[in-house]
């Protein structure tokens, strides 16, 4: 799940890039609406965190001006302003959740994984194909039926993999969905992270598309 935070106040980005990187997310930080709009309006990330009082532009015409081009991108407002007026005007505009400063990281936690959960093709929590399934609820997989122990990385590999079943995945877009931007990554890891997972799940789940990228067979 690759995110974007956007957000002015540098320790509070600070403390929530080392928290959420901590739980193997990809997070990438901007501290401006401008920076905002153009990240999103070239490399879109899966999640935007959003801070409502921007030091150029109100976030919620950030929001409104995202919106236009990307309806269904899960947006999770952050802001001070905890009351009823604005949190209404906030989720008016096309924000999908709402959090209030301060707030404890597990709920923030909670709350991206509920977005997360959402953004999936599958309602279900649990994405199958094949022996392998997949809860993203528990984050836990199993191949006929037994455990898997994969890494939070090789898990998150996964996932993308399994949710897009039968479509190509680029080298590229698995890797800005693994990683963040600035993060030190051997030119081989996601080739390593491949071989240990055919290793756990069979050599033939996971297809290489020569030049491409990776697939998973939808079953
Ligand atoms: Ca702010």
Do not use: C
Request: hydrophobic share 40%; glycine share 8%.
């Amino acid at each position: 799940m690759s995110i974007l935070l956007v957000e002015d106040d540098q320790d509070l980005a600070t403390g929530l890039l080392e928290a959420l990187r901590k739980e193997g997310l990809s997070i990438n930080h901007v501290g401006t609406a401008k920076a905002a709009l153009h990240v999103i309006g070239t490399e879109t990330p899966e999640i935007v965190i959003l801070d409502l009082g921007l030091p150029d532009k109100d976030g919620l015409d950030v929001l409104r001006q995202l919106r236009r081009q990307h309806r269904d991108l899960p947006v999770l407002v952050l802001t001070a302003r905890d009351s009823l007026g604005d949190k209404v005007a906030g989720l008016d505009s096309g924000a999908d959740d709402y959090l209030a400063k301060p707030f404890e990281m597990a709920e923030l936690l909670a709350r991206l994984r509920v977005l997360g959960r959402r953004m999936g093709t599958s309602s279900s929590n649990v994405i199958s194909v094949g022996a392998v399934n997949l809860d993203t609820t528990s984050q836990t997989v199993t191949v006929n039926g037994e455990p898997a122990d994969l890494p939070r990385r090789e898990y998150m590999l996964l996932k993308v993999l399994m949710e897009n079943a039968g479509r190509v995945q680029t080298r590229d877009s698995l890797e800005n969905k693994l990683y963040s931007w600035g993060e030190e990554v051997a030119s081989n890891a996601l080739e390593v992270h491949i071989h240990h997972l055919r290793k756990k799940l069979g050599s033939d789940f996971i297809a290489t598309v020569r030049g491409v990228g990776y697939t998973v067979k939808e079953a």
